[in-house]
């Protein structure tokens, strides 16, 4: 199975900050990454495919990069809204696996 | 705009089987670009991929090796539905459990509410 491993797993940030977490694969996993975030009470949101495509309807202050084992979620100028935890994972072959997550808190 | 709507028991022994369902409407789940996932989540395993359905010109599943030897997933094309069987559950099955749907490399895009499924005697 290919591991995810997400840093940090938590952090504190204020409204406006630029806010960036990383996750990394195992192995290779070409461009195949995805980003979600998931608000307590409920089902992941899927924000970003493929690395770097952003999801409709997803605020483009949300952006991804990254290629083959290493990758990055950014954040550019966070909402309150966006107070959460996110996680990254791998659809480069099965089982699809998740990263342990990195909480977004409240400064 | 496609919607799953999950049901099902939250309350489950210890040795039965866990019976789960998921109702997809604005998709069809014999769709053959996509694939229909359940997926869990427990603060001791995070989120672990179960298993999928998916028709391409035929129906195939995929399973997790972690629950192979327990799982079935069913597509019902007559509901538009899949559900999810789990045997011989243990108190580590205990978990919010997620119909979903997958599309190749663009991610896991829709997610049913979640059921809270606690195996307890």
């Known amino acids: 199975d290919i591991q995810m491993t997400q840093s940090p797993s938590s952090l504190s940030a204020s409204v406006g900050d630029r806010v960036t977490i990383t996750c990394r694969a195992s192995?290779?996993?070409?461009?195949?990454l995805n980003w979600y975030q998931q608000k307590p009470g409920k089902a992941p949101k899927l924000l970003i495919y493929?690395?770097?495509s952003l999801q409709s309807g997803v605020p483009s202050r949300f952006s991804g990069s990254g290629s083959g084992t290493d990758f990055t979620l950014t954040i550019s100028s966070l909402q309150p809204e966006d107070f959460a935890t996110y996680y990254c994972?791998?659809?480069?072959?099965?089982?699809?696996?998740f990263g342990g997550g990195t909480k977004v808190e409240i400064k | 705009q496609v919607q799953l709507q999950q049901s099902g028991p939250g309350l489950v022994k210890p040795s039965q089987t866990l019976s789960l369902t998921c109702a997809i409407s604005?998709?069809?789940?014999?769709?053959?670009?996509?694939?229909w996932n359940w997926i869990r989540q427990s603060p001791s395993r995070g989120l672990e991929w179960l298993g999928r359905t998916y028709y391409r010109s035929k129906w195939y599943n995929d399973y997790a090796v972690s629950v192979k030897s327990r799982i079935t997933l069913n597509p019902d094309t007559s509901k538009n539905q899949f559900s999810l069987q789990l045997n011989s559950v243990t108190p580590e099955d205990t978990a919010v459990y997620y119909c979903?749907?997958?599309?190749?490399?663009?991610?896991?895009?829709?997610w049913g509410q979640g059921t809270l499924v606690t195996v307890s005697s």
């Open positions: 493929g690395a770097s």
């Open positions: 604005g998709d069809s789940v014999s769709g053959n670009s996509v694939a």
């Open positions: 994972q791998q659809s480069y072959s099965l089982p699809l696996t």
């Open positions: 192995q290779s996993i070409s461009r195949s």
């Open positions: 979903a749907r997958s599309g190749g490399t663009s991610g896991v895009d829709y």
